[in-house]
């Protein structure tokens, strides 16, 4: 059985064709990818796939319902789907052209494990978007 299939039956959700392509192209996106839905949609139409913009909203909803997607909201009011991974990442958003790049770094959530500390919590998850203008973006 297929890794996507075994995913969808996990989340409790019924192996259908537009949730196994919608799943498809999330897991086949490369580190750091993230796609609205309006994204998703013309991949499914370049694709040759019969799925309408409604459906891939409606399914993108229920994988995040089940744990299955970050949806992420970025500046611009666009909303962005991954897949839920279990490492912590951060993100950097350019407002130029809305390009987005995932980083991690070791030192940034030792500071902020401390910050947290100092104040009485213990981190057990965080959000944290960072804006500003891609150097490719600026010529």
């Known amino acids: 059985m297929a890794l996507e299939n075994q995913e969808l039956r996990k989340a409790g959700l019924k192996v259908t064709l537009p949730r196994v392509k919608i799943y498809q192209i999330l897991e086949r996106a490369g580190e750091g990818d993230h796609f ?3 994204d998703i949609y013309k991949l499914l139409m370049s694709q040759g796939e019969d799925v309408g913009l409604a459906t891939v909203y409606r399914v ?4 995040e319902a089940a744990g299955l997607v970050h949806r992420h909201h970025f ?14 990442h951060d993100h950097i958003v350019c407002v130029k052209s809305g390009k ?9 959530t030792e500071l902020l494990d401390e910050i947290a500390e100092s104040l009485g919590f ?9 804006y500003g ?6 010529e």
Not at 60 to 63: E, P
Not at 75 to 88: C, I
Not at 100 to 108: G, I, T
């Open 36 to 38: 609205s839905a309006e």
């Open 60 to 63: 993108l909803t229920q994988f």
């Open 75 to 88: 500046e611009g009011g666009h909303s962005v789907f991954e897949l839920a991974r279990d490492e912590q």
């Open 100 to 108: 987005v790049k995932e980083f991690n770094d070791p030192r940034l």
């Open 122 to 130: 213990t981190v057990t998850d965080r959000t944290i978007y960072l």
């Open 133 to 138: 203008i891609f150097k490719g973006d600026d």
